[in-house]
T-cell receptor, first 113, second 112 residues
Framework: DAGVTQSPTHLIKTRGQQVTLRCSPI?????VSWYQQVLGQGPQFIFQ???????GRGNFPDRFSARQFPNYSSELNVNALLLGDSALYLC????????????FGDGTRLSIL | GEDVEQSLFLSVREGDSSVINCTYT??????LYWYKQEPGAGLQLLTY?????DMKQDQRLTVLLNKKDKHLSLRIADTQTGDSAIYFC????????????FGKGTHLIIQP
């Protein structure tokens, strides 16, 4: 079975631009979470969606937004990119019930010039 | 706020056991997780433990949880070169709305 898939794998943008990252969860998983991993740090929680509704939000500015589609795939949007947004963006999916762990994709490496 | 602490580096000889330690502050943590990250890759779920358990064993992996001290450890028996990676401890409420809180990761270095 396919795992969590993310696209693109790498992306280069300039300051002020906007970016959209995409994630397809494991088949049957209804919850998708997004994390930002800056070099040398652990992942930081950005958003969690379940059944197309936002279920949680981390401490990130309003420039970050996300949505989940009826097929449970998800997009993360970041506006007005800053140099500090350079990071590995990870998507994780889970069935959504309590106690079921999150499974991660390989991430999108975003570089801001 | 919630915090998860890990040592940054651990060096062990091939064939020995590795013990990676983690402390957390959130007393409401329901589940605690160990993930492995190899260079250029995402996070691979290794194992997880429910907070009402003391120990969980899965092949070469043993997780010990001391809930009173908020201390979690991961023991890898017979460490191999393929175990070289960054290991992350994470706490969460089992898929709850706050997401997972990760430590900074422990780099496991294997000496021949």
């Amino acid at each position: 079975d396919a795992g969590v898939t993310q696209s693109p794998t790498h992306l280069i943008k300039t300051r002020g631009q906007q970016v959209t990252l995409r994630c397809s969860p494991i088949s049957g998983h209804k919850s998708v979470s997004w994390y930002q991993q800056v070099l040398g740090q652990g992942p930081q929680f950005i958003f969690q969606y379940y059944e197309k509704e936002e279920r949680g939000r981390g401490n990130f500015p309003d420039r970050f937004s996300a949505r989940q589609f009826p097929n449970y795939s998800s997009e993360l949007n970041v506006n007005a990119l800053l140099l500090g947004d350079s990071a590995l963006y990870l998507c994780a999916s889970s069935p959504g019930q309590v106690g079921q762990p999150q499974h991660f994709g390989d991430g999108t490496r975003l570089s801001i010039l | 706020g919630e915090d998860v602490e890990q040592s940054l580096f651990l060096s062990v000889r091939e064939g020995d056991s590795s013990v990676i330690n983690c402390t957390y502050t959130d007393s409401s943590s329901t589940y605690l997780y160990w993930y492995k990250q190899e260079p250029g890759a995402g996070l691979q779920l290794l194992t997880y433990i429910f907070s009402n358990m003391d120990m969980k064993q899965d092949q070469r992996l043993t997780v010990l949880l001391n809930k009173k001290d908020k201390h979690l450890s991961l023991r890898i028996a017979d460490t191999q070169t393929g175990d070289s990676a960054i290991y992350f401890c994470a706490d969460g409420s089992g898929g709850g709305a706050d997401g997972l809180t990760f430590g900074k990761g422990t780099h496991l270095i294997i000496q021949p």
